[in-house]
Every structure is written in structure tokens, then in C-alpha cells.
């Protein structure tokens, strides 16, 4: 029997992009699997979904009454659960059918509706099961997740990034592109993470790492609005990737009462 | 061996394919009774989620249908709305488009081979169980990946929702620097997608002949990825606008994936029929690496698909030199947008196959209606033909065991990727 610490990697409801977070580490995911033992993780080989682990990593948004019951099983077989990007800990894009009102979709006609079966919202995993640390992004990147595994290791919980994007342009010298070019940046209340890549490319934070400690939604809603943009447009910057975060979903329902 | 065996076999989870999928296999002595992919992801309903959003925020949305093939989503839609608006971005622009479809074939492609369908030939339950064994062979395909990432970062930030495309170009032109650093890299790496390419066809591959009907895009003068007209190996030649005239999907009860035919039939999609459909169009270094390989192509092989990926990995490095050897810096890396209403197609060929779009706008240059066909759905039908003549082959003498292997084999042939196939279904509540 192996003696290495167990980690599992589930999926719900998502485009997978986070998972590669691990199979894009090159030769670390070599590394890291003669570190840990990857006893559940689909994508890469190892179906084991109901064995216990030190740390789950859970991708995906909640959105069927199946996943409903996965979800407590995770958890129940994991020391360690570890939310993997935007639609785990905040329901991701999909969640944006929480806004819609049941009867309109419904009202949308399909072929054999009676096939598939689906709840109407996209959840985070938070609000079902207890969940010992979140890892922001629309992905996350390799450096968050081997931070995380490295840091539980250890026995102790990863540092938590929550500063805003804004701040780590000034850090880095990259000119603001919403004074200079008065585009509607979202760096002020996004978290950092992605090393703001988005400015650094000359064009607005689109919100993808999620609001940050203390966001001020609503004076970056006036801000915009002074940059002339309609309040239907200044909702729409906040429903993006995480339009389900508290505080990103009431900026977006402030603009439009 | 009793004619009255019945087989049953259920792999809820199949390991090594993007996304949720499960087969099922029910036979009596030596009939098959039924063989499903059944895919049980749940749809995300996208085509809705774009309804009402503005033009500019497609690029960014559409990316998140799959974290494999960002790119791929980038590139259809944006070929789809500048033809809505009747706008052409230039040469440049056009350039680095291809540029960066390079890398995402070549990360996709490299993923594949070497972490998902390798392990299968050799018997292997993962790349990393396969590392033990072949160590050489697998650093060199994660470095592969790599090359692809770092690729596709150099005009988008980072591999995965790449943030700089946009309608009209990119947000940012790289640095010659950078570009010089991007074509040592590429150039590094020539002699191992070469060698990638020999090691695939050496590969202990089943034999399995099949006829399949091959459809991809097909351009004037060069392989497709951006630009072409839809063909296939039956003869049609069309329009990316005659694709829903052509094609039709259908709902099935085990799949939340739509179900493509073509004429009522199944087709193959991805790379080995974008190989077959376009062997004239492939640049020397590279015809010669395939004819040098063993492997003759067109083939009947569903099996060389792995060949076709390895080729076309080959065929991305070159081009990508090829393109960013001669690269300068333009003035601006996009042209200005002016949305009217009107309906754009795109359709590009993503790592596993063709992906076709259509955007209605409104006079505003926001989205009306979308419908996005990706590959997996289209290869769907071929997968489950796939099934049932591999297994009439095979003999269903075998054990359970070694029928559940050979299928999933069969499957991930196909490199699936199931969550890009399920997104399109229209919502049905069930309230929790």
C-alpha cells in the first residue's frame, strides 16, 4: 500500500479547462504523481470516484438532482475539498440561467424534452457542501493548484490571493487602459491571480478571477456610467464568467432596478 | 462458448476522454443487441446564455464551451460575426489567426495522443503508469503540449480562454523579440514532432477496415484550419451557408449530445478525414515524414487517426515558422467594428473537427440567435457505427473484459470531447 497523501480530481458541470491546470504541467505532472497518489482523476486515467482521499479537487457547477447526491459522496470521502475555478465556487457562465425566469426557458421548444433532465440554476459547490478552500479563475492556473496541493501538504491552507487586479497593474507598471483608453476595466473590483493579463494586453479585465476583498461594485458602476456606458451594458460586465458571486450578481441587479 | 451468453456491459465512467460519457453494450451469443456512447454531461445551454449579449462579448464567451479548444470557439465565432458585418480583418490578422490555431491543434493533438490514447496500444492504464515504461516518449509529448501552449499564449496570454482575440483581430501584436524567442522554441521542437510521427505508426495498432464517409473543410491553396468550403469524401462541395441544409441533428434518448447525419447517415469528422480530404494540400517536410511512416494514407484504418494527429502536430510546427518567420509588427493588430444587423457562418476546423457557427444580430450588433455545431456531436453517430463493426470484428467471443477494452479503445479513437458536445439543448426544468 502506498503511503502517499491521496488526491482525486471530479468533475460536474464545466468545460474541463481547469483540470488541465494538472495535464498541462509537463513534466511536473510526473513529478506531482510520484509526490501524491492520483487515485481519481478521469480525464487522466484513474476511476476510483467513491475512494477516500486527503485532497478532492472539484471542477464544476452543480446543475442535475445526480450531481446533487455526487457531491455529498465527494465530500464524504475526502479530508480536504478543493473548489477548481469560476464554476465550482461560483457557479460559472452557466449560472446566468439563474437569472432567467423558468417559464421562458421552459417556454423554449426542443425535440423530446423528456430526455433530458436538468435543475434550473448553476450552483456553486459551497452552497451544498462544506468547502475548505476555493480556488478562483476562469481557469485556474498551474501555479493555484500546486500552491494548493503543496500548502495541504503541509498541513496548513494555501495563501489566499485577494487583492485586485488593480493593484497588480500598479505593481507591474502597466498603464491603466480604463484611464488611458476608457475602457470599462473590471480590475478594480476583480481578484488577481492571472497577473493581469488582460491589461497587460491592453484591453479590460473581464472579471474571470471574481470579485476581490472588499469590491466596490457600486462606485465602478458609476465610474462606467461616466464612461458612458447604458446600465443594461453595465450589468452585462458584471454577469460574466461569475455572475452568480454575490456581490458581481447584486452590482448587475442594482444597475438594472 | 455457449450461443447463449448475454453480455452486459456498463462502464459508467470512461476514463482518458474530455468530458462525461458512459458505454453501454447489451448482446445475446453473437448479436449485438445495442452499443451506446451514452453521454450524461450535463448541457451548460450556451446558445441561449449568447442570446442578447453584444458581438464583442462573444469571443470571450464561447471560449468557455471548452477549455481543450478555446480556440477553436474564438475562431468560428469570429469568422461568423465579421461576416455578418461584412468586415475582413486583413493579412495580418488572418496570419495570426493561423498562428495560433497551430498551437491549439498541437496542444490538443499532443494531449491526446500521449495522455489519452497512447496508453490504449501499449496497455497502459494512464500516461503516467505509461511513463514508467516509455519515460522518453512521454516527456517528449508533454513537451510537445508545451510548445503548443506557449504558442497560443504568445497571441493569447495563456493556453487556456486565451484573452487576446477579438472581433476584428487581436488586442495585442507581439513583439518581434517575443516572435524571434516563439520560432527558436518551434525550431527546437521539429525534430521531435518528427519523430512523433514515425513512433505513432510503429504503434501496435488493431487492424480494422472500415468505410466512412470523411467530411472537413477544404481551402484553395493551403491545409484548412480558418478558411474553406465544406466537402466531403462523397463528393459534396458547399458553402459554409448550405451546412444546416446539408447536415441535420437529431435528439436521441441516451445522448444530452444532438446526433449530426449526413443524408441520413453517419460521417467522420477530425483529423484523419481532414487528412484523407486534403493529402495535396499538406507542404513537403511533411508529405515526405508521412510517406516515410509506413502508413499509406488515404487509409480504411480508423485506427491511423492517431497517425493523422501526430502529422498534423508536424504540419502546425512548420506552418507556424513558416508564417512568424517572416513576421513585423503592424500598426494597429485590428481593424474598427461596425455592427449592423444581418447573419454571419463561420466554420473552422477545431482539433477534432469541423465546428460550424451561425450568429443572427441585431441592428445594435447584438446577438438574436446562435446555433453552434461542434465536432463531437457530429462524429457521435460514426463512433457508435465504429462500435458495432469493430465488435463484429473483433468477436464477441472475448470476455467481458476485453470487449469493455476494445470499446473504450474504439471511443477514444475519436478523442470525444463530450463537453464541447453538450451545450446545445434547449433547458428542460426539473425543480430541485
Redesign the interface.
Same mark, same amino acid.
Given at each position: 500500500m502506498s503511503t502517499r497523501p491521496r488526491i482525486a480530481v471530479h468533475?460536474?458541470?464545466?468545460?474541463?479547462?481547469?483540470?488541465?491546470?494538472f495535464?498541462?504541467l $509537463?513534466?511536473l505532472? !510526473?513529478v506531482l504523481?510520484a509526490h501524491v497518489e492520483?487515485v481519481h482523476f @478521469?480525464?487522466?486515467?484513474?476511476?476510483n470516484?467513491e475512494v477516500p482521499v486527503d485532497i478532492a479537487f472539484v471542477e464544476g457547477s452543480i446543475?442535475?438532482?445526480e450531481?446533487?447526491e455526487r457531491i455529498q459522496r465527494v465530500r464524504k470521502n475526502s479530508d480536504h475539498l478543493v473548489t477548481l475555478g469560476a464554476c465550482a465556487t461560483a457557479g $460559472?457562465?452557466?449560472a !446566468?440561467?439563474n437569472l432567467?425566469s423558468?417559464r421562458e426557458?421552459?417556454a @423554449?421548444?426542443?425535440?423530446?424534452?423528456?430526455?433530458?433532465?436538468?435543475?434550473?440554476?448553476?450552483t456553486a459547490i459551497a452552497r451544498h457542501v462544506k468547502v475548505d478552500f476555493e480556488l478562483w479563475g476562469?481557469?485556474v492556473?498551474s501555479r493555484q493548484v500546486l500552491g494548493a496541493v503543496r500548502a495541504l501538504l503541509f498541513g496548513v491552507g494555501p495563501l489566499e490571493e485577494r487583492d485586485k487586479v488593480c493593484l497588480e497593474c500598479k505593481r507591474s507598471n502597466i498603464v491603466c487602459v480604463m484611464v488611458t483608453r476608457r475602457e470599462p476595466c473590471m480590475g478594480p473590483v476583480t481578484r488577481t491571480g492571472?497577473g493581469a493579463?488582460?491589461p497587460?494586453?491592453?484591453?479590460d479585465c473581464?472579471g474571470?478571477y471574481g470579485p476581490a476583498e472588499a469590491a466596490n461594485t457600486e462606485s465602478l458602476s458609476r465610474r462606467f456610467e461616466g464612461l458612458g456606458l447604458l446600465p443594461e451594458?453595465i450589468a452585462?460586465r458584471f454577469l460574466?464568467?461569475n455572475a452568480a458571486a454575490p456581490e458581481f450578481a447584486e452590482a448587475a441587479m442594482r444597475t438594472r432596478r | 462458448m455457449s450461443t447463449e451468453r448475454q453480455i452486459a456491459i456498463h462502464v459508467p465512467v470512461l476514463a482518458r476522454v474530455e468530458g462525461e460519457g458512459a458505454l453501454e453494450l447489451r448482446a445475446h451469443g453473437d448479436r449485438i443487441e445495442d452499443v451506446h456512447l451514452r453521454i450524461f454531461e450535463p448541457p451548460r445551454f450556451f446558445e441561449k446564455l449568447l442570446e442578447g449579449r453584444d458581438h464583442a462579448e462573444v469571443p470571450d464567451m464561447v471560449a468557455r464551451i471548452c477549455g481543450i479548444c478555446p480556440v477553436a470557439y474564438q475562431m468560428s465565432a469570429v469568422q461568423a460575426i465579421e461576416r455578418a458585418f461584412g468586415i475582413d480583418p486583413g493579412d495580418w490578422v488572418r496570419a495570426m489567426r493561423r498562428v495560433m490555431y497551430c498551437g491549439e491543434w498541437i496542444e490538443s493533438h499532443a494531449l491526446h495522443i500521449h495522455l489519452l490514447a497512447a496508453p490504449d496500444f501499449l496497455g497502459f492504464g494512464s500516461a503516467i503508469e505509461m511513463a514508467q515504461r516509455h519515460p522518453a516518449e512521454v516527456r517528449r509529448g508533454l513537451a510537445l503540449q508545451g510548445v503548443g501552449n506557449e504558442l497560443i499564449r504568445l497571441l493569447g496570454g495563456r493556453s487556456v480562454h486565451p484573452v487576446g482575440v477579438c472581433v476584428g483581430g487581436f488586442h495585442r501584436a507581439p513583439s518581434p523579440h517575443e516572435v524571434d524567442r516563439m520560432v527558436s522554441r518551434l525550431r527546437a521542437a521539429l525534430p521531435d514532432a518528427e519523430a512523433l510521427v514515425a513512433w505513432t505508426a510503429g504503434l501496435p495498432l488493431p487492424r480494422s477496415e472500415q468505410t466512412f464517409n470523411s467530411v472537413a473543410l477544404r481551402h484553395g491553396k493551403e491545409y484548412p484550419m480558418n478558411e474553406g468550403r465544406i466537402v466531403s469524401s462523397g463528393g459534396l462541395d458547399i458553402d459554409l451557408a448550405d451546412y444546416e441544409r446539408n447536415f441535420e441533428e437529431s435528439q436521441v434518448a441516451h445522448s444530452t449530445a444532438l446526433f449530426s447525419l449526413h443524408e441520413g447517415k453517419p460521417y467522420l469528422v477530425g483529423p484523419l478525414a481532414r487528412l484523407q480530404l486534403n493529402l495535396d494540400r499538406l507542404p513537403p517536410p511533411v508529405a515526405r515524414s508521412l510517406e516515410a511512416c509506413g502508413v499509406r494514407f488515404p487509409t480504411r484504418n480508423m485506427y491511423h487517426s492517431i497517425v493523422a494527429r501526430a502529422a498534423e502536430i508536424l504540419l502546425a510546427v512548420h506552418e507556424a515558422i513558416r508564417i512568424l518567420s517572416g513576421y513585423s509588427r503592424p500598426t494597429m493588430s485590428r481593424i474598427p467594428v461596425r455592427p449592423h444587423s444581418g447573419v454571419g457562418y463561420g466554420a473552422t476546423e477545431a482539433p477534432r473537427g469541423l465546428l460550424w457557427h451561425r450568429y443572427e444580430f441585431d441592428g445594435d450588433g447584438r446577438v438574436r440567435a446562435a446555433r453552434i455545431v461542434p465536432p463531437t456531436s457530429q462524429n457521435q453517430a460514426r463512433i457508435e457505427e465504429d462500435l458495432r463493426q469493430s465488435l463484429e470484428e473483433y468477436g464477441l467471443a472475448h470476455s467481458d473484459d476485453e470487449l469493455r477494452r476494445r470499446c473504450e479503445t474504439v471511443i477514444r479513437n475519436y478523442d470525444p470531447c463530450i463537453s464541447c458536445a453538450t451545450h446545445f439543448l434547449q433547458l428542460h426544468v426539473s425543480r430541485a
Amino acid at each position: 500500500m502506498s503511503t502517499r497523501p491521496r488526491i482525486a480530481v471530479h468533475k460536474f458541470a464545466s468545460c474541463d479547462g481547469c483540470q488541465l491546470a494538472f495535464l498541462n504541467l $509537463g513534466e511536473l505532472l !510526473l513529478v506531482l504523481a510520484a509526490h501524491v497518489e492520483i487515485v481519481h482523476f @478521469a480525464e487522466a486515467g484513474p476511476v476510483n470516484p467513491e475512494v477516500p482521499v486527503d485532497i478532492a479537487f472539484v471542477e464544476g457547477s452543480i446543475t442535475t438532482r445526480e450531481d446533487l447526491e455526487r457531491i455529498q459522496r465527494v465530500r464524504k470521502n475526502s479530508d480536504h475539498l478543493v473548489t477548481l475555478g469560476a464554476c465550482a465556487t461560483a457557479g $460559472g457562465l452557466q449560472a !446566468l440561467r439563474n437569472l432567467a425566469s423558468a417559464r421562458e426557458w421552459s417556454a @423554449a421548444v426542443y425535440a423530446r424534452p423528456e430526455y433530458i433532465a436538468s435543475l434550473d440554476t448553476s450552483t456553486a459547490i459551497a452552497r451544498h457542501v462544506k468547502v475548505d478552500f476555493e480556488l478562483w479563475g476562469c481557469p485556474v492556473s498551474s501555479r493555484q493548484v500546486l500552491g494548493a496541493v503543496r500548502a495541504l501538504l503541509f498541513g496548513v491552507g494555501p495563501l489566499e490571493e485577494r487583492d485586485k487586479v488593480c493593484l497588480e497593474c500598479k505593481r507591474s507598471n502597466i498603464v491603466c487602459v480604463m484611464v488611458t483608453r476608457r475602457e470599462p476595466c473590471m480590475g478594480p473590483v476583480t481578484r488577481t491571480g492571472c497577473g493581469a493579463l488582460c491589461p497587460r494586453f491592453g484591453r479590460d479585465c473581464y472579471g474571470c478571477y471574481g470579485p476581490a476583498e472588499a469590491a466596490n461594485t457600486e462606485s465602478l458602476s458609476r465610474r462606467f456610467e461616466g464612461l458612458g456606458l447604458l446600465p443594461e451594458q453595465i450589468a452585462r460586465r458584471f454577469l460574466g464568467m461569475n455572475a452568480a458571486a454575490p456581490e458581481f450578481a447584486e452590482a448587475a441587479m442594482r444597475t438594472r432596478r | 462458448m455457449s450461443t447463449e451468453r448475454q453480455i452486459a456491459i456498463h462502464v459508467p465512467v470512461l476514463a482518458r476522454v474530455e468530458g462525461e460519457g458512459a458505454l453501454e453494450l447489451r448482446a445475446h451469443g453473437d448479436r449485438i443487441e445495442d452499443v451506446h456512447l451514452r453521454i450524461f454531461e450535463p448541457p451548460r445551454f450556451f446558445e441561449k446564455l449568447l442570446e442578447g449579449r453584444d458581438h464583442a462579448e462573444v469571443p470571450d464567451m464561447v471560449a468557455r464551451i471548452c477549455g481543450i479548444c478555446p480556440v477553436a470557439y474564438q475562431m468560428s465565432a469570429v469568422q461568423a460575426i465579421e461576416r455578418a458585418f461584412g468586415i475582413d480583418p486583413g493579412d495580418w490578422v488572418r496570419a495570426m489567426r493561423r498562428v495560433m490555431y497551430c498551437g491549439e491543434w498541437i496542444e490538443s493533438h499532443a494531449l491526446h495522443i500521449h495522455l489519452l490514447a497512447a496508453p490504449d496500444f501499449l496497455g497502459f492504464g494512464s500516461a503516467i503508469e505509461m511513463a514508467q515504461r516509455h519515460p522518453a516518449e512521454v516527456r517528449r509529448g508533454l513537451a510537445l503540449q508545451g510548445v503548443g501552449n506557449e504558442l497560443i499564449r504568445l497571441l493569447g496570454g495563456r493556453s487556456v480562454h486565451p484573452v487576446g482575440v477579438c472581433v476584428g483581430g487581436f488586442h495585442r501584436a507581439p513583439s518581434p523579440h517575443e516572435v524571434d524567442r516563439m520560432v527558436s522554441r518551434l525550431r527546437a521542437a521539429l525534430p521531435d514532432a518528427e519523430a512523433l510521427v514515425a513512433w505513432t505508426a510503429g504503434l501496435p495498432l488493431p487492424r480494422s477496415e472500415q468505410t466512412f464517409n470523411s467530411v472537413a473543410l477544404r481551402h484553395g491553396k493551403e491545409y484548412p484550419m480558418n478558411e474553406g468550403r465544406i466537402v466531403s469524401s462523397g463528393g459534396l462541395d458547399i458553402d459554409l451557408a448550405d451546412y444546416e441544409r446539408n447536415f441535420e441533428e437529431s435528439q436521441v434518448a441516451h445522448s444530452t449530445a444532438l446526433f449530426s447525419l449526413h443524408e441520413g447517415k453517419p460521417y467522420l469528422v477530425g483529423p484523419l478525414a481532414r487528412l484523407q480530404l486534403n493529402l495535396d494540400r499538406l507542404p513537403p517536410p511533411v508529405a515526405r515524414s508521412l510517406e516515410a511512416c509506413g502508413v499509406r494514407f488515404p487509409t480504411r484504418n480508423m485506427y491511423h487517426s492517431i497517425v493523422a494527429r501526430a502529422a498534423e502536430i508536424l504540419l502546425a510546427v512548420h506552418e507556424a515558422i513558416r508564417i512568424l518567420s517572416g513576421y513585423s509588427r503592424p500598426t494597429m493588430s485590428r481593424i474598427p467594428v461596425r455592427p449592423h444587423s444581418g447573419v454571419g457562418y463561420g466554420a473552422t476546423e477545431a482539433p477534432r473537427g469541423l465546428l460550424w457557427h451561425r450568429y443572427e444580430f441585431d441592428g445594435d450588433g447584438r446577438v438574436r440567435a446562435a446555433r453552434i455545431v461542434p465536432p463531437t456531436s457530429q462524429n457521435q453517430a460514426r463512433i457508435e457505427e465504429d462500435l458495432r463493426q469493430s465488435l463484429e470484428e473483433y468477436g464477441l467471443a472475448h470476455s467481458d473484459d476485453e470487449l469493455r477494452r476494445r470499446c473504450e479503445t474504439v471511443i477514444r479513437n475519436y478523442d470525444p470531447c463530450i463537453s464541447c458536445a453538450t451545450h446545445f439543448l434547449q433547458l428542460h426544468v426539473s425543480r430541485a
